[in-house]
């Protein structure tokens, strides 16, 4: 069974962004994508909620329409997304043209199972904080791999909400960049 792996940047006081959506708080340098990179790469499956799919959508598609205007790491992550299985959660979101994306308003709980029982590698939902949460409340999260910055935000967009019991995690590995940031790989313990 594949396993759903949480991929986010947060404040260190738990915000995956302000209240406006604003990011540029998020220390995203060579070294963070240097180590983001290899794991996205054998994921099969991206999951998005409406608001972080269309962020993608605003940037990735105009990589791949003019290469030459961005870096080697850009080239390869927008042919990546490109190519990879979208599935957006949301109510508003009509069908999109964007290559394999396919758009979902019915139960999340069902849909993730059946993804989960598909063949293919994992499954990484990318920001997405509603999803996140949402997901977190039915148990779905396998795996967490969370970049906390060094920045207090004091408001924004929360990663957690509340949950009905305590979620236990344990930590597979930690790493702390020279920005300040910490990368953090968690599993969940069932």
Not at 16 to 40: C, R, Y
Not at 89 to 110: D, I, K, M, Y
Request: charged fraction near 20%; aromatic fraction near 8%.
């Amino acid at each position: 069974m594949r396993n759903v792996i949480s991929l986010a940047h947060v404040s260190f006081d738990g915000f995956m962004a302000t209240p406006d959506g604003d990011l540029s708080w998020v220390k995203l340098d060579q070294e963070a994508v240097d180590n983001i990179h290899p794991l996205i790469h054998p994921i099969t499956t991206a999951i998005y909620g409406r608001t972080t799919y269309e962020m993608m959508l605003g940037y990735w598609p105009t990589v791949l329409a003019e290469p030459a205007k961005h870096k080697a790491h850009e080239r390869d992550h927008a042919a990546w997304v490109d190519k990879v299985e979208k599935v957006v959660f949301s109510r508003t979101l009509g069908p999109q043209s964007w290559t394999n994306t396919r758009v979902v308003a019915g139960n999340l709980a069902e849909e993730i199972a059946a993804l989960k029982r598909r063949p293919g590698a994992d499954i990484m939902i990318f920001g997405s904080p509603s999803i996140t949460r949402a997901l977190l409340a039915l148990d779905l999260i396998d795996e967490w791999y969370v970049t906390i910055n060094p920045v207090i935000l004091g408001h924004g967009i929360p990663m957690f909400g509340r949950t009905e019991r305590p979620v236990q995690l344990e930590l597979r590995s930690a790493k702390t960049f020279a920005s300040g940031a910490v990368f953090t790989h968690h599993v969940t313990r069932r």
